[in-house]
């Protein structure tokens, strides 16, 4: 069973910067094109970003040119760089496999833009 612990969450004020991490329990994840989700207040998960076993990227419109992820597989974690941050960036942060086959769900990292 594969567990992902994601962290680096916080409260930043609009147009700062946070990195997430997301750490996996076992090296499979090497293999895996591994995604960024976010989940607000009321509204269904999200799919921000994901990354290919050979690094290629891919991001969705409202973060594109803000937002990097990239992966360390020597440490099995995968990160999530967050520039410009906005308020309707406010969500709980995951991370799983992407887009679908999806694992159980870790317990994500709160991210707050405000002022």
């Known amino acids: 069973q594969v567990q992902f612990v994601e962290s680096g969450g916080g409260l930043v004020q609009p147009g700062g910067s946070l990195r997430l991490s997301c750490a996996a329990s076992t090296n499979i994840i090497t293999f895996w094109r591994m995604g960024w989700y976010r989940q607000a207040p009321g509204l269904q998960r999200e799919w921000v970003a994901d990354i290919l076993p050979g690094g290629t990227t891919n991001y969705g419109d409202s973060v594109k040119g803000r937002f990097t992820i990239s992966r360390d597989n020597a440490k099995n974690t995968v990160y999530l760089q967050m520039n410009s941050l906005k308020p309707e960036d406010t969500a709980v942060y995951y991370c799983?496999?992407?887009?679908?086959?999806?694992?159980?769900w870790g317990r994500g990292t709160q991210v707050t833009v405000s002022s």
């Open positions: 799983n496999r992407s887009p679908l086959g999806w694992l159980d």
